[in-house]
């Protein structure tokens, strides 16, 4: 797209914007969990939500899974003006860097009967390479339509002028997702959902300024 054009010191200008597009297969998830339990009293509530994840924590301790944040929830229910027990919640974020982990994690995780389990969100564990690949295609992009408009003008493209970064963003494809709401009795089989690693599309933007040659 030429945004302006115009005569600057002498040297007429076309600008253009590119944009670069790059797939990698996501190499890391995370996933989300949440573990309720209800109690008479605080006391009774924490202690049945402390034995409740007593099972849990040993799945967290494998190779290749990091517990990002753990947060703990207490508060008491009430059925108008009158307390009526307490509830109390422990939610994880976890990592996963091994992906070979993770049907079996989640199918762990869903054993243990949570209130909500959520994921995996796909995610690239280092993106350095696939931007500059993706700042590349920008260039080239850019350079494309600057030699479009040139041409149409009855120019030729000159030296690049100025070139600033646009944004840039990494995001999956939709996919399948598990979302389990920890109905007793229910095994959630993990083979059936197809968990596989989604594409991660990078995608980066810049805005060129070239010269106008006669």
């Known amino acids: 797209m030429i945004r302006c054009a115009g ?7 076309v600008v253009t914007k590119g944009t670069g597009k790059v797939e990698r297969t996501a190499d890391r998830a995370e996933v989300q969990v949440n573990f309720e339990t209800s109690g008479a009293t605080r006391t009774e ?6 034995r409740r994840v007593a099972s849990v924590e040993p799945l967290l301790a494998r190779p290749g899974v990091e517990v990002r944040s753990r947060r703990l929830n207490v508060h008491d229910n009430w059925d108008g003006k009158r307390r009526s027990g307490t509830r109390a919640a422990q939610s994880y974020a976890l990592r ?15 054993a243990a009967e949570p209130a909500w389990l959520n994921g995996p969100s796909w995610q690239l564990a280092a993106d350095a390479e696939a931007v500059r690949e993706a700042q590349k295609e920008a260039v080239l992009d850019a350079r494309r339509r600057a030699e479009g408009y040139a041409e149409a003008l009855g120019a030729r493209l000159g030296t690049l002028l100025r070139l600033a970064d646009g944004d840039s963003e990494a995001y999956a494809m939709e996919g399948i997702q598990a979302a389990y709401g920890g109905a007793p009795g229910t095994p959630l089989r993990m083979d059936q959902l197809n968990l596989e690693a989604q594409q991660i599309t990078v995608t980066v933007r810049c805005t060129a300024t070239w010269s106008l040659l006669d």
């Open 45 to 50: 509530a924490v202690d049945l939500l402390t």
């Open 96 to 110: 996963v860097d091994d992906l070979d982990q993770l049907d079996d994690l989640l199918g762990a995780l869903a």
């Open 7 to 13: 005569w600057l010191g002498g040297v007429a200008e």
